[in-house]
């Protein structure tokens, strides 16, 4: 869903709730819940939670494109987001696994083939077991860092970082976002009255000055552009693939530049083109390694240049361990009449987040 049509519908159900209050407030309302949701989904990017437990639950059956496979459900703990469940293909966690073997630490092997065909059932039953036993080893094993991708665009997993934003405050702020549906979006609504209403929008304007705080511990920094100024070729399981080193400007920290993937910006473009839609421009996948980098370079400054310049999409990257930065929507601001209370104390803003080099939105 868009940022406008999530705006559209939080409008809509703030006046189901509350049909005899101020058109301005119940929109200003709606707002701010909006704004925070935002906050929220940044700083969940922003931030890896930890893997502490990991175990497969079940399996299902998917068809896509006439073909049949099957999705494995895996159960995570995680040290501030609580519990979460995430499907995925067998492939993905051959991936992983191959993504570290260069580590030289014994891991529970994968196998490529069975005796059986992949939907059959002694082959599931098989793989569950085995992929059980790689998590189970993968969190017992400190030395390594990885992530999997959640169904929300996040990533969870384990990675070694200065933890100066402490767990319980992330805890917190995700704690009113675990509940479902429109309603959560709409909590707390003590009573139908424009007073209430007006408590709320305070309350609101708070969590979000502290999501904002938090974002600025957890690495977030505001982009401002986003130019990509070399290209080079390196050496990847013997396939030649094309690495972009791109000069970031921040708004709160200046310049940065890092080096990242062609396919950090194709997965990236795929997951913009399936949350916006036409807005977002296509960029072809690297099919051919033969492409000179000077026409390479040219396709990821115009993807960059134009998801900066739409107003309404919001994505990000990550720089490096500590740092992710965002291209945000635009920010409003209320009436004097209606500006919460100021918050007293301030957190100073430290960069604390740690993720890989990859694309997110």
């Known amino acids: 869903m868009s940022c406008g049509s999530t705006f559209d519908a939080l409008s809509a159900a703030t006046d189901e709730y509350l049909p005899g209050v101020d058109f301005q407030l119940r929109h200003e309302r709606a707002r701010w819940a909006h704004h925070a949701s935002q906050l929220l989904h940044q700083l969940l990017h922003s931030r890896q939670a930890q893997v502490l437990a990991a175990a497969v639950h079940g399996h299902r059956h998917c068809f896509a494109k006439g073909k049949r496979f099957v999705e494995y459900e895996v159960a995570l703990e995680t040290n501030w987001r609580g519990s979460l469940r995430v499907w995925h293909r067998y492939s993905t966690f051959r991936s992983l696994a191959a993504s570290l073997k260069n580590q030289r630490i014994q891991l529970p092997k994968l196998p490529a083939v069975h005796l059986f065909s992949p939907t059959n059932d002694r082959t599931i039953e098989t793989r569950k077991a085995q992929i059980g036993a790689f998590l189970t080893a993968l969190v017992l094993e400190d030395r390594l860092q990885w992530s999997l991708p959640m169904g929300d665009g996040t990533r969870v997993g384990r990675c070694r970082s200065a933890e100066h934003l402490p767990v319980e405050t992330l805890r917190a702020l995700v704690a009113p976002s675990m509940a479902s549906g429109m309603a959560s979006a709409l909590d707390p609504l003590e009573a139908q009255d424009a007073a209430a209403l007006r408590r709320d929008v305070a309350t609101l304007t708070r ?55 062609y396919a950090t910006f194709t997965a990236l473009a795929t997951s913009l083109k399936a949350k916006y839609g036409w807005l977002v421009p296509e960029l072809e996948a690297d099919h051919r390694s033969d492409r000179n980098l000077e026409l390479k370079m040219l396709l990821v400054n115009n993807f960059l240049n134009h998801v900066l310049a739409i107003p309404a999409v919001e994505w990000g990257i990550r720089i490096n361990n500590t740092t992710c930065a965002f291209k945000r929507h635009q920010k409003f601001t209320l009436s004097p009449s209606e500006a919460a209370p100021s918050i007293e104390t301030r957190v100073s803003s430290t960069s604390t987040a740690a993720l890989s080099d990859d694309g997110v939105s």
């Open 207 to 261: 969590r979000c000055h502290v999501l904002e705080v938090a974002l600025g511990l957890s690495g977030g920094v505001t982009m401002k552009t986003a130019v990509v100024i070399d290209a080079k070729w390196v050496m990847d399981a013997s396939r030649r693939v094309p690495l972009f080193k791109v000069h970031i400007e921040t708004v709160e920290r200046g310049i940065f530049t890092a080096w990242f993937r």
